[in-house]
């Protein structure tokens, strides 16, 4: 369920982001091709939403708080990222 979040979009209290769910903003989604991500962590330190984490062998991307800017796609150097038309 998505939260209702006040007119212009302040949040007030600082570090919220775990309880605004923003994932629902998107229109693009971001696809790991495990087989190319070398788990370099780039993506993770470049992504404003800090959705992206580290798994055993490769990246999760937390789709819950990923707005699907595409940054992480754009700047992996292994092109193990791509952007894909988001189904609702």
């Known amino acids: 369920m998505t939260k209702i979040i006040t007119i212009g979009g302040i949040v007030k209290t600082p570090g919220s982001s775990k ?3 923003t994932g629902a903003w998107r229109s693009m989604k ?3 091709d495990a087989s190319k991500c070398k788990a370099c962590w780039i993506c993770n330190r470049l992504c404003p939403d800090t959705s992206i984490h580290k ?3 490769t990246i999760i991307i ?3 708080h990923c707005k699907g800017c ?3 796609a754009q700047e992996c150097p292994f092109k ?3 952007m894909e038309q988001e189904e609702k």
């Open 19 to 21: 309880a605004n769910e």
């Open 30 to 32: 971001p696809i790991v």
């Open 55 to 57: 798994g055993d062998k």
């Open 62 to 64: 937390d789709y819950s």
């Open 70 to 72: 595409g940054i992480c």
């Open 80 to 82: 193990a990222i791509t």
